[in-house]
DNA sequence: GTCGAGCGAGCGAACACTCACTCACCATGC
DNA sequence: GCATGGTGAGTGAGTGTTCGCTCGCTCGAC
């Protein structure tokens, strides 16, 4: 079957079983027996739907794309600063939360193996992308407001999504306790020092 | 044989291996047969010095923290500032670079396999703790000696290590060009933004 | 003659993926 | 009301291949 004209319950359903699997075993030993075993379906069953493992995983990235995309679009906050932090707390994942945390540090796995997967890189830039976009509208919006400094929106999106993505990378793969925190007052102080005085 | 008596010279050899393999297969896809490919020796000839796969990647990841420390401790930079900016164009690998880059992506994707893989948990956090305490040390000494505003040092540092290790795992592993430079600035202006007026 | 160093061949297990088949469900003809 | 045949949704039992790892062996140095 092509991988876009799967029902939407049956992707949600494939997807939900592979995040539960990549959470549980990672990527490097994530296997269709495993994504079976986390579904209500046989392995073959997955097949019928699927034409390879990297399309469901591939199915799986495009349910959080548009997960992220949601939550970031639906923050109410007002004015360019408290949206900016709000966009801060979605992306600092609370490493009490260990479901979120193993998605997200399964995410990081995929983005890591991007170099070697032609497939997986589509949906992966994409998903980075946006969330680069949303920052740097949000900080241009502040420039243009005078409530922020005159900052590079771009530059500091970037710098960000480095600092957020990064803590998922290394503090909460290896659980650090505490630098979570750490990094949030830290970045709490960049975005202070961000406020025109 | 036990790991910590392969020969220094073996270990070398092998680490090396280990690393272009990793570069070029990322871990995910890394097997015994690409490592001895990249080495002198056969597969079997690699099982003669360690027990298993696993040692291996183990030995490539003690000789990255040797390598890094080293490059940490040669900084001749004078005061913290300078020091700072030198220890973040060590973190930041340049995006041309595609054999720094590669390395630098594995290492990234090793980090979130860490809560799979309990016996790459221990090198890595001691690499990153490490190299946390590095920046830690900096930051503190430009405290001290009223260089640097009063911030707390172990924030910074992992608001620092969180930026450069995220650039890693978006920016670098997706081919995103320019997000670099634009990191490297906005980090620079960060650290402008810590010394004293 | 012994021993460290290393290799070719191959082991069992696990892998992604396939295939022949089942079964519930429906539309049709009588 | 009921037999008939087609169809979508799924599965158990495999397929060939690749994996990590082992073993019996060779060979040069002392």
Redesign the interface.
Known sequence: MPADSVPPEQKAQIANAVRAALAT?????LTTKKVAAESEKSEAGLYYYYDSKDEMIVAFLETSEDYLARSLDEIDAEGPEERLRAVCDILIVDEDDAAAA?VN??V??L???????ETL?EP??RM??HTLDVIADIVRDGVERGVFRE??P???A??V???????????L????EG?GD??R???S??ID?LLVE
């Open positions: 075993h990672g990527y490097a030993r193993g540090i399964a990081m796995e983005l890591s193996h991007a170099p070697h997967n890189r992966l830039l980075e992308r900052v590079d771009e530059g500091t970037a710098f999504l480095s600092a957020t993505d990064g803590y998922t990378g290394f503090a793969a290896l659980g650090m630098v750490d990094l007052e830290s970045l102080a960049y020092s």
